[in-house]
């Protein structure tokens, strides 16, 4: 049996740690955010529904918004884990250490890009941002698969 020895690039270790943190506080203010408009929204319906039909309108609006607030939150959790669970997983077997960092950072910033987007309703931006994050994570892989390949 031998044995490897693998090495662990600080930047690597640095670029992980960044972005989770911002990826976690990213999702903490969402889900925050989400709740307080869910909440808005529940009460807002109860005083406005079946008034007016400028009162639907607006109750419309606002279920519209706590919708989309939720789709946010629900996207995150799709997307974030396993970005970040290779993020950290393939650290010691990046075949590149330089490629695993942009790739991390880049993850990190579609990530946050694609909230903003989806808040401003910025299409076709908002896809540009997913698919360069989603992108960014089989970035990852590859770069993973190849490492483990030549250790």
Not at 46 to 52: C, D, F, M, N
Not at 133 to 139: E, Q, T
């Amino acid at each position: 049996m031998s044995v490897v020895e693998l090495e662990l690039d600080g930047r690597c270790l640095t670029s992980a740690l960044i972005v989770t943190i911002v990826l976690y506080l990213k999702f903490i203010f969402s889900t925050y955010v989400s709740e307080k408009v869910n909440d808005i929204a529940k009460q807002k319906a109860a005083v406005y529904e079946g008034k007016s039909p400028e009162a639907d309108l607006l109750n419309q609006v606002y279920q519209e918004v706590a919708l989309r607030s939720t789709r946010i939150v629900a996207n995150d959790l799709e997307q974030i884990p396993l970005g970040l669970f290779f993020a950290w997983v393939s650290i010691p077997v990046a075949y590149s250490p330089l490629a695993h960092t942009v790739f991390v950072i880049s993850f990190g910033s579609f990530r946050v890009l694609h909230t903003i987007f989806f808040i401003l309703k910025v299409q076709p931006y908002r896809t540009y941002a997913w698919t360069l994050g989603v992108l960014s994570v089989v970035g990852m892989i590859i770069n993973t698969f190849i490492g483990c390949a030549f250790i």
